[in-house]
Every structure is written in structure tokens, then in C-alpha cells.
């Protein structure tokens, strides 16, 4: 079973990378950006076949490593 | 006073943080990130700055998991100091040891410079050879030194008199203009700006050197 975690910087923690990035948009020329917000995409390849297993395998692997959970959110997608 | 530097790979300031701690008297071992246990008989685990495992994921985020932080964990725990200077805050932070975040500096720059910094808790064994409010010159040199906190925490850190150092000119953006904060129990600091690197006229300046010869003079058993 695959499995993505988005990991994004939590609704109201400055993202600068995200504003340089919305920066240069506007140099470019791409009008009406108002906000980006820069995250990363983490792919598993697990082992386990049952979804709420996996679930559960993956929260705990982000709450210990993959997220920084005092700046950081996550979102799981299985599949 | 004897120390235990710990050695990830990566870590770039290792033996920096031993030589300044040497000068100070103490006696100084440096341990191998994949050691499980540390020598007998520490009374500080310095964690030292660099790039462990190449600041892959997020910086120290490795670090934390590696074998020997689970020992320097428990030997926190069980009452002992610690000192984690730029990478090595990191990892604190990423232990949970400490609190907060330290993540990309707001103006996106690698910063490498000499700052200005005023000792700012009023009480704490790293501070002996300095007087609260007083400012040091120490440098500083990181890509990730921009310290986030939640108004509830620096409310908290402000209380407790926790909040070790700040900078007279926020160079990376960090809430409150934190440049050092302490643990609960203020046994721990973590720290960015780097005294292992000024304590030596030789370094440009011996602002650093204080740091540690206080540590020895409070840490050492007779």
C-alpha cells in the first residue's frame, strides 16, 4: 500500500519561502497571487494491506519524525 | 568538570565546542552518535553545531533519533546539563528538550556574522562570568536560526526567566528576538550564536570563553 503525507507549516507560523516564491511570481508578471504557502510531499511504499492499520502506522511515523508538529500540520493520503 | 561531546555526522563544530570547553578545564570526550550509552560520570553533553546527516528532512530532525540521543534524553531527565549550540539546538528542539521550532531564517539568507547579544535570564549555571543585561559579541552563522514561538510560550519563557540570550538586532527573524532559551529545570540551554567560536583572541574575540569557564566553576565537583 502507498501512502502520501503533505507536510505543511501550520496556519499562521511565516512561511519566507513561501512569500520569496510569491515575490517572484509577481516579477514575473502573474498578477492576483495572494498568498503561497510552500509544504513538502513525503511518499511510503508500506508493507501493510489494511488501510486503517497503515493509517494508524503513518500518524505515529509523523507525529515522531515526519512533521514537526509544533510548526508543521500533516495530511495522509492513502492509496 | 567533565563533558561528552557528542559527534554526528555532519556536525562541523564538535571540535570547537571540545577545545573551548578544554580551556575552561574540563575534561572532554567525544562520543559517536551511534554509541548507545555515555561515559560514566558527565556532568554536561555538549551537542554541537554543523549539519547532522545534512539537514535532510528538517535540521536536527535526524539527529534526534539517532542512538546516543536517547541516552543524552534520559541523562536530561535524570537532572543532567546540557548545551546545544546552533545544529544542537536543533536537535533539542527536535527532542522536545526544549521548546519551540527553529526554522528558515525570515529573510531566507544565510547568515554569517558577528552579533550582539544581551544576557537576558537573570539566574542560570551558563551565565556566571557574565551580568544579566549585558551585551556579548558572539558569532553567528546558520541558514535555519529563526526561533518560533507561540505568544502563550514566550509569555511563559518570559515568566520563568528562561529566555537566555536575545539579539540586539533580530538577524533572523526569531520571535521575540530569541537567540537562546533555557529548560524548565535550566539545566539545558540551547543556543545559535556559536562561544566556541570566541574564546580565543585569535577567533576575534573571548566573548564566548566566559561560557564555559562558568560552567566549570558551577559543575565542578571538588
Same mark, same amino acid.
Given at each position: ?48 494491506? &489494511?488501510? $486503517? ?27 | ?80 546539563? $546540557? ?17 519551540? $521550532? ?38 553567528? #552563522? ?16 518570559? &515568566?520563568?526567566?528562561?529566555? #537566555? ?13 530569541? #537567540? ?43
Amino acid at each position: 500500500m502507498k501512502a502520501k503525507v503533505q507536510v505543511m507549516l501550520k496556519t499562521g507560523v511565516l512561511d519566507p519561502q513561501g512569500e520569496a516564491v510569491r515575490h517572484a511570481l509577481g516579477t514575473l508578471g502573474f498578477d492576483g497571487v495572494e498568498g503561497v504557502r510552500q509544504g513538502k510531499v513525503i511518499e511510503l511504499d508500506l508493507a501493510e494491506t &489494511d488501510a $486503517a492499520r497503515a493509517r494508524e502506522a503513518v500518524v505515529a511515523m509523523c507525529e515522531k519524525l515526519l512533521a514537526n508538529t509544533v510548526i508543521e500540520s500533516y495530511e495522509i493520503e492513502l492509496g | 568538570m567533565k563533558a561528552a561531546v557528542i559527534v554526528f555526522p555532519g556536525s562541523n563544530c564538535d571540535r570547537d565546542l571540545a577545545v573551548g570547553l578544554r580551556r575552561a578545564g574540563a575534561e572532554v570526550e567525544m562520543v559517536w552518535h551511534k554509541d548507545t550509552a555515555l561515559p560514566p560520570g558527565l556532568d554536561i553533553i555538549g551537542i554541537p553545531g554543523g549539519f547532522s546527516f545534512g539537514d535532510y528532512l528538517r535540521c536536527g530532525a535526524i539527529a534526534a533519533q539517532s542512538p546516543i540521543t536517547r541516552a543524552v534524553v534520559d541523562f536530561v531527565h535524570a537532572g543532567g546539563h $546540557a548545551l546545544g549550540i546552533c545544529n544542537g539546538f536543533q536537535v533539542l528542539t527536535e527532542t522536545g528538550l526544549l521548546p519551540g $521550532a527553529l526554522m528558515r531564517n525570515a529573510n531566507l539568507k544565510f547568515v554569517c556574522k558577528t552579533v550582539e547579544l544581551t544576557v537576558a535570564t537573570t539566574e542560570s549555571v551558563f551565565i556566571q562570568a557574565y551580568k544579566p543585561g549585558q551585551t556579548i559579541c558572539l558569532p553567528i #552563522a546558520h541558514h535555519d536560526g529563526n526561533y518560533v514561538a507561540t505568544p502563550e510560550l514566550v509569555g511563559e519563557l518570559r &515568566d520563568q526567566d528562561r529566555i #537566555a540570550f536575545t539579539y540586539a538586532d533580530n538577524p533572523n527573524g526569531s520571535t521575540a528576538d530569541i #537567540a537562546g532559551v533555557l529548560s524548565e529545570n535550566r539545566r539545558v540551554l540551547g543556543m545559535m550564536p556559536h562561544p566556541e567560536r570566541a574564546v580565543d583572541p585569535a577567533h576575534g574575540g573571548t566573548d564566548g570563553a566566559g561560557l564555559f569557564t562558568g560552567l566549570a566553576q558551577m559543575l565542578t565537583t571538588a
